[in-house]
Every structure is written in structure tokens, then in C-alpha cells.
């Protein structure tokens, strides 16, 4: 056996206990003497930092060495770690540790998502800074980690707030600038009326609130900053199909980037005192273009700008609620591409924003909402397509459509047909054709005219990127009068968060309050300037990290070419499934953005995803405003009804994914505490799959498998293949689990070895270990050969299974009915034949 006590092609690492030893002689496993032992060596043992001088040389020489990234999503540091946390960085730790058994170098970091809302009003909340709750929260979390045992590289950390860090995102947004990809415009934005900030619309939910605060949101028209991740779309929803992901998180992005292949028609601006400039109009229904009369615009529209506050805000409202809501544009009428007719513009509730050109062409004759507004707005109703009838009688059709019994209806039919096949009337010189042969012709006259063609739009909208708070990156951007906007020199960066600023000011950014920070000499001309005062969404400083993770020193780039060359992509990614969207795709439009710029050559950032499931706590909420509540703010009263403690109503209760913002963690520190540090770990990992979710009620019995003559047969997988927890099988043999780091000393300790598991190599599987002796066997029916069968040696002494595989071969179909027509199989001695005897009344012919 060699060393270490494994034998060749045994995967598990097993050891054997003595047969002389009952589990009642072996003493009890007690987590705090253990772990209080074995901490320190443990730690280092599993450090990556922990190579042998040895190991070390014999890295240093194989450059071709294989890495592995193993990468999970960094924490939010607004407060403790709670349950969740554990779960998806013991899942990490595990394919770590894991990954180095192999010998593969692995790359394992951890650092801090530390700019954002959360943090801020943390701190609000409590009446300190910003910067000071941050590092306070962060030196308890990583306590939180050190204490979970999980052997993360911290020589690689790196924390979103640090100005070491920031300054490169500030330099990656320059140069998404230079390429033109970064741009401001005045849009209807979600405002949050008690965090007093912008919110992205994934920020809102579906009952108009914001994700935090729980206030119903405004709609506010303000200029912003947007990053134009619409350049990248079809790359984005291409990429998915380079990446080994769950079909599941793919398909939510797909249906995000939202791709529709369609086609486009040009309508211009038809008033004699305005400028010629021309509304493009998507639709997937080219062949009722001669139908439109009317065209309709969303309410976020800017041809929608001349409407009232009011009158907009109750069509953004009718929008949001999916009740009908429609206005006419006075002052403005579009022309008829092909026609030249005039046409009206109305501004639609139905019309949705992020659909095409956020406007649609209305043909009132088929399409029920235009019908509807025709009939209220006493717009003409033009049918262009007559739909096909069954003929009566003889059972001959002029086409799939309307069958004659419905002749009578006709003038209903015909009032607004929305079927797709059918005749074209009252379309000029495409009148007569059927709409599979009008499309095309349509289509050519509106190219040969350049006001149409083919069109794919897409569902996603730029990212939008300004908000108007203090913890974040600033904007490294500049206002002059005479210059315009000017970038802020990469010389001068990072642009540094000032300090003493009053951030709880309401309606505009924190920043704009600080005269000494707002007034500066404009780079270009050195005249008088002004610093942009919104700071970068949050999801901007995660949208890089894992490149700054390979390079956290570097003072020149926010990562060397070399680097980001030999240690892309992160091998396997680990969050929640609640990131399936923004994250992931505004990461991968950084990386991308990033390749073009030259820092990577590797396009998509993370070649596997695991999703875990989440990990879920009682949340209330209260009923008047949709508040999350802290439970020392609400009491359970003797029929267990909960209610506010401060109104004594009853709050809404559910079981929600554990979040500091949503005051529904539980801390890890009192069950490892309780329990132990490898209990928490194989709890989190024994309760569920990786891929559900599930609620933490009460601790089950995981000691019991703590027991060291019982612990066996590893049951758990991840995307890669990893044992994850331990199930009793029998008093003989033990399992030593990789996921349970102070155990993992503490048994072979016992069994008087000296060497901990975390430094061994896990053992390689002996193929040959496996091969089996293969043997020809003649297949003899009724007593002549028929065909000839490979099998395994050992299925000679085993008549059935070898039964079985001599009646798959396309032989013995022809001579042999089923399995009950055989009367008996005869193998003689020298194990070369095997004779079928049948029952006579059975055979086949």
C-alpha cells in the first residue's frame, strides 16, 4: 500500500479502523477540544500559501502546471455572515481543497463588495461613517470565514471601497468612455423616495416597490450616465452558448437581452415648422404596414415629453398596472412611408419601452388593442388582409383561415383579424398576394426607398449607471462651460471620496454638497469646472473583480496581460441564482469591453456556473409600507399571530433568502459555537442539493455522523464532482471527508498517523485496475451456431446475466422469440459455447 494508507484505484480516502476496535472504545468527538488543537495546523495545512519548500521548487519549475479557478461571489460587508454565506463559501472551499488534492494549482479568493446601498444605509441607520461600519464589518466577517476554516488566498483580497480599487474601476470607465461606449441623456428614472436615489428597474418589484426601502416608486425625469451594453448584445446571447451553465440561468438571460428579429419602417415627421427627422418603427408584421393609422410611442417616450406631468404619470402608472390608458400627441403627426398619408401619434399604456424603438405602427384592423384605440379615438379601420375561408361542400380551401360556417359573422371576422395567413387587400400593387408572398415584396420597396428593411431588436437597454449617493466610485468625469465634458486625467487617478460629507442630503448627490470637492480647473482648457457628483452603481465594482483577484498589486493596469492570460476564465463560479441576471451579464459586458481594450483575451469570464440554492429565513414585513422589520421590531403573540411591536398590527411573514437587508440571517457564530465548525459545514451541505433552496427551522442530528467510526460513503455532488458530506455505513471503516477540516486531522491522529489529508494527494484511479478479461463465446440455438457474443469472463458462471446480453444481439431476434421460450442454457466446462435450448411449441420458424 503506499503511502498515506490508499490503495491503487480506490477513490475514497478510507481508513481502516481496527476490527478489534469497537465504537463504544473510541472516544466521543468533541468539536471545541478538536478544533482548538488542530486550528492553526489545519489552517495552514489547507493554506494555499502552505507549499513545502519542495512543492514550491517543483512548482516553480512546471510552468505548465494546471490551475484551477474556483471563485465564489463576494460578500455585501453591512454586517454579519449569515447562514447563506456558509453554505455557497463551504461549496467553494470544498471544490478548493479539493482541486489541490489533485496537485492543481488553484486560485481561491476572497475580498469584500463594499461600496453600495446596503453599507450606506447601514450606516445611516446608525449615525456613523460610512468607510469606519464598513472595515469594522469587514474585520468581523473575515473573523466569520478564519472561524468556518475555509482556505482562502488573502493574499489576494481586495475591497470595492479601497482607493487601490476604485481607481481602476474609475480607469475602466474611462476607457469604456474613449470607446465611445459611456454616454449621458436625460431619461424617466426609478426614484426611491425614502433612500432618496435612482433604482434600476430589476430594483422595483413587481408591485412598483423598491427592493430596499419597500416605498412605491416615482417616476422622475433626470439626466444620467449610461454604459452601452446594448453594443454587446448579440455577443452576450451568442457567448451563452460557449458556457457550461444551467440551462435555467442561460435562459433567464436570453429572455433578458430579449433578441426579436423583425423588420423597420421609417416614419417622418410630416409638420411643416419642425425638423425632418424620422421615428423608426419596429414590427414583426410587415404585410399591415398599408393598414397603419396611427403610430403609437410608450409614455418613458421622449416624443412623449409634451405631455403633461399628470397626464404622463397616469399612463406610466396604466403601464405599470396593465390597465388601458392611451393620449394624443397634439402638434405632431408622422408620414406614411409608403403611402404619404398623414398620421396621428398617440402615447400608448401598452406600449412597452423596451420593446423595438419603444414604438409600434397601429393598424386597428388587426390587432385588438389598436382596434380598441381606433374606436375610442375615431381612427379609421382599414383591413389590408382578408382571411382565407374553407370552401363548402366538396372539401376543396382556398386556405387555413375562417370556416364558411362563419360566413354569416363576417363583418365581426373582418373588424379586427389577427391571423397571420390570408389575402392582401387595400395594399396598392401588393393587393391580391398572400402574405408569405407580400413580405418579402414589401420589404424590398421599403430598401429601395430607405425607409425599411430587416431589424433585430433587442429587449435590453443600456445600463444605467448613475447614482445620486455617496458610497460609491465616483464619476471621474468633468463639466466645463467652454469644453463640454472632459475626462479626468488617468494621472490624477483615483478621484477620492471626500470626506465629512453630509450623505443623508435629500434630493441630490451627497457629493455636490462639498464645495472643495464640486469646483476644480477643467484638465483641457484650466478653466473653471465642476466634478461630476453621482457615484457608479455597485454592480460596476463587481462587474471586474475576479480580473484584479489574479493581480491585486499591480500599479500599472488592473491586471497584467500575463496574468489574466494563463489564469482565465474562473474555472467554476458560485452564487445564488438570484444574481442569473444583472450580475452575470454586466460581468460579462465588462470582460468583453475588457478584451477589447487588451486586459484579457478570454471573452466570457466563467466557463461553469453553479447556482446553489438559497438558504431562506423567517422575513416580516410590514403590511403598511412593505418595510423589512428587525425582530426585535415585531413579537409573536399566544396564537402566533405576528405584529409590529410599534403599531400592533399584524405584519406579513414569509420565508425569504437570508439577507442583512431583509434582517433574516442567522449567524453562523452560535452554531459553530454549538455545534462544531465541521458540523455547520456538512449541514449546509447535507440538507440540500446544491442546486434548492431550503429553510433553516432547527439543527438536525449532523453530530451523529461527527462519530469517527461510522463517518462513510461520501453521497454529495457538486458541478464538479465533490464529495460534500458524510453518511454512517458501518462500525469498520471511516471516511475522511476534505469538507471537514479539523476532523480530517483529528481521525488519522487517532488511528496514529501523523500526516493530515489535506496534505496528501488524492488518489489516481488505476483504469487497468478495472479492465475485465473478455471471452468469444459461439451461441449454439437448438444445437446450431447462430452467432458469435463478447462478454465479460466472469458472466460465463452467471447464466442469466449472460442470458441477457446474448438475446440483444440482432441474431438472436431471428431465432429466438422471448425469454420465456427458452427451456434451458447450457455452458459446458471449456466456457467457449453456450447452448440455447428451447421449447419446441416456442420456436420461431
Known amino acids: 500500500m503506499p503511502a498515506g494508507g490508499f490503495a491503487p484505484g480506490v477513490v475514497r480516502r478510507r481508513y481502516l479502523v481496527r476490527a478489534a476496535a469497537a465504537a463504544s472504545e473510541i472516544p466521543a468527538y468533541n468539536h471545541a477540544q478538536v478544533e482548538a488543537a488542530f486550528k492553526d495546523e489545519a489552517m495552514t495545512r489547507a493554506s494555499p500559501q502552505a507549499a513545502t519548500a519542495q512543492e514550491a521548487a517543483s512548482a516553480a519549475a512546471d510552468h505548465a502546471r494546471s490551475k484551477f479557478y474556483a471563485l465564489a461571489m463576494f460578500p455585501y460587508p453591512s454586517g454579519a455572515l449569515h447562514m447563506g454565506h456558509v453554505r455557497v463559501y463551504t461549496i467553494s472551499d470544498s471544490v478548493a481543497r479539493f482541486h489541490r488534492l489533485t496537485g492543481k494549482e488553484v486560485i481561491h479568493p476572497m475580498g469584500w463588495d463594499a461600496f453600495g446601498l446596503p453599507a450606506e444605509n447601514a450606516a445611516i441607520e446608525r449615525n456613523i461613517d460610512p468607510a469606519d461600519w464598513t472595515i469594522r464589518n469587514i474585520a468581523y466577517m473575515k473573523e466569520q470565514l478564519d472561524a468556518l476554516a475555509c482556505s482562502f488566498d488573502w493574499e489576494r483580497e481586495v475591497t470595492t471601497c479601497s482607493p487601490s480599487y476604485y481607481k481602476w474601476t474609475q480607469w475602466l470607465f474611462?476607457?469604456?468612455?474613449?470607446?465611445?461606449?459611456?454616454?449621458?441623456?436625460?431619461?424617466l428614472v426609478n426614484w426611491d423616495p425614502v433612500d432618496q436615489t435612482v433604482l434600476a428597474n430589476?430594483?422595483?418589484?413587481?408591485?412598483?416597490?423598491?427592493?430596499?426601502?419597500?416605498?412605491?416608486?416615482e417616476k422622475r425625469r433626470l439626466r444620467q450616465w449610461f454604459l452601452r451594453i446594448t453594443e454587446y448584445a448579440e455577443e452576450l446571447e451568442r457567448g451563452l452558448n460557449d458556457v457550461d451553465w444551467p440551462e435555467s440561468v442561460k435562459e433567464m438571460q436570453r429572455h433578458w437581452i430579449g433578441r426579436s428579429r423583425g423588420y423597420f419602417f421609417d416614419f417622418c415627421r410630416s409638420n411643416p415648422h419642425t425638423t425632418d427627422t424620422c421615428l423608426r418603427?419596429?414590427?414583426?408584421?410587415?404585410?399591415t404596414v398599408f393598414g397603419v393609422e396611427f403610430i403609437a410611442v410608450s409614455p418613458t417616450h421622449p416624443l412623449a415629453d409634451r405631455l403633461d406631468t399628470p397626464t404622463r404619470q397616469h399612463l406610466m402608472t396604466a403601464a405599470t398596472e396593465g390597465t388601458y390608458a392611451v393620449e394624443r400627441l397634439r402638434g405632431i403627426t408622422l408620414t406614411h412611408p409608403l403611402t404619404g398619408r398623414s398620421l396621428p401619434v398617440l402615447a400608448a399604456s401598452y406600449v412597452a419601452d423596451g420593446y423595438g424603438t419603444g414604438a409600434v405602427m397601429g393598424v386597428p384592423a388587426h390587432d385588438e388593442r389598436d382596434f380598441k384605440v381606433a374606436r375610442n379615438e375615431g381612427l379609421p379601420i382599414t383591413h389590408v388582409i382578408e382571411p382565407a375561408f374553407t370552401a363548402d361542400g366538396a372539401g376543396e380551401s382556398t386556405g387555413s383561415g375562417v370556416d364558411a360556417d362563419d360566413r354569416g359573422d363576417i363583418d365581426g371576422v373582418l373588424r379586427c383579424y389577427t391571423g397571420k395567413d390570408g389575402t392582401l387587400v387595400n395594399s396598392g400593387k401588393f393587393s391580391g398576394m398572400s402574405v408569405e408572398e407580400a413580405i418579402p415584396a414589401i420589404i424590398e420597396l421599403a430598401r429601395s426607398n430607405e425607409c425599411g428593411g430587416p431589424m433585430t431588436s433587442y429587449r435590453l437597454r443600456d445600463w444605467l449607471v448613475s447614482r445620486q449617493r455617496y458610497w460609491g466610485t465616483p464619476i471621474p468625469l468633468i463639466h466645463c462651460r467652454a469644453c463640454g465634458v472632459v475626462p479626468v486625467p488617468e494621472s490624477d487617478l483615483p478621484v477620492l471620496l471626500p470626506q465629512g460629507v453630509e450623505y443623508t442630503s435629500k434630493g441630490r448627490s451627497p457629493l455636490a454638497t462639498d464645495h472643495q470637492f464640486v469646483n476644480v480647473m477643467c484638465p483641457s482648457c484650466n478653466g473653471p469646472a465642476t466634478r461630476d457628483t453621482d457615484t457608479m452603481d455597485t454592480f460596476v465594482d463587481s462587474a471586474w473583480y475576479f480580473l484584479r483577484y489574479l493581480d491585486p498589486d499591480n500599479e500599472q493596469l488592473p491586471v497584467g496581460k500575463d496574468a489574466a492570460e494563463t489564469e482565465m476564465p474562473v474555472d467554476l463560479y458560485i452564487g445564488g441564482i438570484e444574481h442569473a441576471v444583472l450580475h452575470l451579464l454586466y460581468a460579462r459586458f465588462v470582460n468583453m469591453a475588457a478584451a477589447d481594450i487588451g486586459l484579457t483575451t478570454q471573452r466570457e469570464p466563467f466557463?461553469?456556473?453553479?447556482?446553489q440554492g438559497m438558504v431562506h429565513g423567517e422575513t416580516h414585513k410590514s403590511a403598511a409600507n412593505g418595510k423589512y422589520l428587525k425582530p426585535d421590531e415585531v413579537e409573536r403573540r399566544a396564537d402566533g399571530t405576528v405584529v409590529e411591536v410599534a403599531t400592533q398590527q399584524?405584519?406579513?411573514?414569509?420565508?425569504?433568502k437570508m439577507s442583512k437587508s431583509k434582517y433574516n440571517g442567522v449567524d453562523p457564530t452560535q452554531t459553530i459555537a454549538e455545534h462544531g465548525v465541521d458540523a455547520a459545514r456538512l449541514f449546509v451541505l447535507f440538507k440540500a442539493r446544491h442546486t434548492r433552496g431550503y429553510g433553516y427551522l432547527r439543527w438536525p442530528g449532523v453530530r451523529r455522523y461527527m462519530r469517527p467510526t461510522v463517518v462513510e460513503n461520501p453521497r454529495y455532488d457538486t458541478a464538479d464532482g465533490v464529495t460534500a458530506y458524510m453518511v454512517p455505513r458501518n462500525g469498520n471503516q471511516v471516511d475522511i471527508d476534505y469538507d471537514s477540516t479539523y476532523s480530517s486531522d483529528e481521525l488519522p491522529r487517532r488511528q496514529g498517523r501523523i500526516e493530515s489529508v489535506l496534505r496528501q494527494r488524492w488518489p489516481a484511479v488505476d483504469a487497468t485496475a478495472f479492465a475485465e478479461e473478455e471471452v468469444e463465446l459461439a451461441v449454439q440455438v437448438q444445437g446450431r451456431k447462430r452467432g458469435v457474443v463478447t462478454v465479460a469472463k466472469r458472466l460465463v458462471e452467471d447464466h442469466d446475466a449472460l442470458l441477457s446480453v446474448v438475446l440483444q444481439q440482432p441474431f438472436a431476434h431471428k431465432w429466438i422469440q422471448d425469454r420465456n421460450s427458452i427451456?434451458?442454457?447450457?455452458?459446458?466446462?471449456?466456457?467457449?459455447?453456450?447452448?440455447?435450448?428451447?421449447n419446441k411449441a416456442k420456436n420461431k420458424k
Open 174 to 187: 474611462l476607457q469604456l468612455h474613449k470607446r465611445g461606449l459611456v454616454y449621458q441623456d436625460k431619461a
Open 202 to 217: 430589476e430594483q422595483v418589484d413587481a408591485e412598483g416597490r423598491s427592493w430596499r426601502s419597500g416605498a412605491l416608486v
Open 281 to 287: 418603427v419596429f414590427t414583426t408584421r410587415p404585410e
Open 607 to 611: 466557463a461553469k456556473l453553479l447556482a
Open 650 to 656: 399584524p405584519v406579513d411573514t414569509t420565508w425569504e
Open 823 to 838: 427451456r434451458k442454457v447450457i455452458v459446458p466446462p471449456k466456457g467457449n459455447i453456450v447452448s440455447i435450448v428451447l
